[in-house]
Each structure stands twice: as C-alpha cells, then as structure tokens.
Nanobody, 126 residues
Framework: QVQLQESGPGLVKPSQTLFLACTVS??????????WAWIRQPPGKGLEWMGV???????YYSPSLKSRTSISRDRSKNQFTLQLLSVTPEDTAVYYC??????????????????WGQGNQVTVTS
C-alpha cells in the first residue's frame, strides 16, 4: 500500500522559494506507474490543485501557478518535490501530496486519489 509523507519548512519569507518533498513508501517509488500530485488548501478556502508529475516525468501545472511552480522527482530518495517561486502571504496553506493511478488534471476530490499525505503547513510571513 502506497503511503505519502510531506516534509519541508513551516515558515517561509516573502519572495523566497518554497521547497517541499513528498516521500513515497510501500511502492516502487516514483518509478511506479502512478501520477504524483500537489494540492494545497489556504486557510478558510477550498483545495487548490497545483500540478502533477507522471511516472514518465511529464508534468502538468495549474495555469494560475504554472509560472512559479516546478514538480520533479528524485528516484534515489523515493521522493517527488515541489518548488514554488517568489512566495507571498497568499501562498500560506496546508500543502498535500497525492497519488493516483490515472492522470486526473485539476482534481481536488480526495476520494479520486489512491493515496493522500497528511499535509505540511506552510506560512509565508516576514
């Protein structure tokens, strides 16, 4: 059974780059035939799909975040990662990683994913 665990900073200053990692266990890691996604939830708001990387390394991003977002994978660490450039307080959110066996762009319904991490709170503040 696939399990996911997010890791990264809890506080980031405005204009800095946010870097988060999602460690995969219980599978063959990022080389397995899964799609690995990042989703976030700002305080008091709904879930926002950020992007996904496929088992082939192809990436797909939310149009609203594409210019600032990069998702990659590190097979040696069984991780996939998220970089978000030039953060602002509006990027304050709980960040989740998720896995699915099919490509589902823009999906925020947890039930559509095979696995969902516990979340990593990120606060952007000076």
């Amino acid at each position: 059974q696939v399990q996911l665990q997010e890791s990264g900073p809890g506080l980031v200053k405005p204009s800095q780059t946010l870097f988060l990692a999602c460690t995969v266990s219980g599978a063959s890691g990022p080389t397995a035939f899964y799609y690995w996604a990042w989703i976030r939830q700002p305080p008091g708001k709904g879930l926002e799909w950020m992007g996904v990387i496929s088992y082939t390394g192809s990436t797909y991003y939310s149009p609203s975040l594409k210019s600032r977002t990069s998702i990659s994978r590190d097979r040696s660490k069984n991780q996939f990662t998220l970089q978000l450039l030039s953060v602002t307080p509006e990027d304050t959110a709980v960040y989740y990683c998720a896995a699915s066996k099919t490509l589902i762009l823009g999906e925020t319904d947890k039930n559509q994913y095979d696995c969902w991490g516990q979340g990593n709170q990120v606060t952007v503040t000076s």
